[in-house]
């Protein structure tokens, strides 16, 4: 009788890293579009910071592929391209309007958002598939993010209370 070959977790795990890899790589070309884009000299330098970590981020996705002893690839990821659609078409239609930062905030926080949920789910597969050095670089990425995404939330909450006393 032949035994069936099924995918297993690890596998899922590779894939997904894949999906953050190619995520990673469109995310560190659109942020200096969102930097140039930005009004609020505060959300420009969130911008900018956040360009460095993303390298960063990539660096640790490759450090995980080594130690999985996989070539680090991507995996056209179609949601971050949707996402990353929707920043592009508020740029654009909300160019030189007073929304402009509100709408480049809520961009980013939806590419925050889709890293987090990817980050949280790759740390614990790797903790449950024994690579804990993996485990805790992913862990490490996944704070800056949520860091990330808790200043972001601060410049809408000081952006809406700037427009109100305008
Ligand atoms: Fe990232
Ligand atoms: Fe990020």
């Known amino acids: 009788m032949a035994v069936k070959t099924e995918m297993g977790l690890e596998d ?3 894939d997904t890293l894949k999906d ?3 995520a990673e790589k469109q995310i560190v070309k659109a942020l200096p579009k969102m ?3 930005a009004q609020d000299p505060s959300l420009k330098a969130g911008f900018e910071k956040h360009m460095g970590e993303t390298e960063v981020h990539i660096e640790r996705l ?3 592929f080594e130690i999985i002893g996989k070539p680090a690839r991507g995996k056209t990821c179609d949601a971050i391209l949707g996402i990353l659609e929707e920043g592009k078409s508020i740029m654009e239609d909300y160019k030189g309007t007073i929304a402009l930062d509100a709408g480049l905030i809520a961009a980013a926080q939806a590419v925050e958002h889709y890293e987090m949920a990817r980050y949280g789910t790759l740390r ?4 449950q598939l024994g690579y804990a050095d993996a485990a805790k670089l992913l862990e490490t990425t996944l704070l800056e993010e949520r ?3 808790q200043t972001l939330t601060k410049l809408a909450e ?7 006393a305008a």
């Open 12 to 14: 899922l795990f590779i």
């Open 20 to 22: 953050i890899y190619y």
């Open 35 to 37: 930097a140039k884009a």
């Open 62 to 64: 490759e450090q995980v």
């Open 124 to 127: 614990t597969w790797a903790e």
């Open 147 to 149: 860091t990330t995404d």
């Open 158 to 164: 000081a952006g809406g209370d700037n427009a109100k």
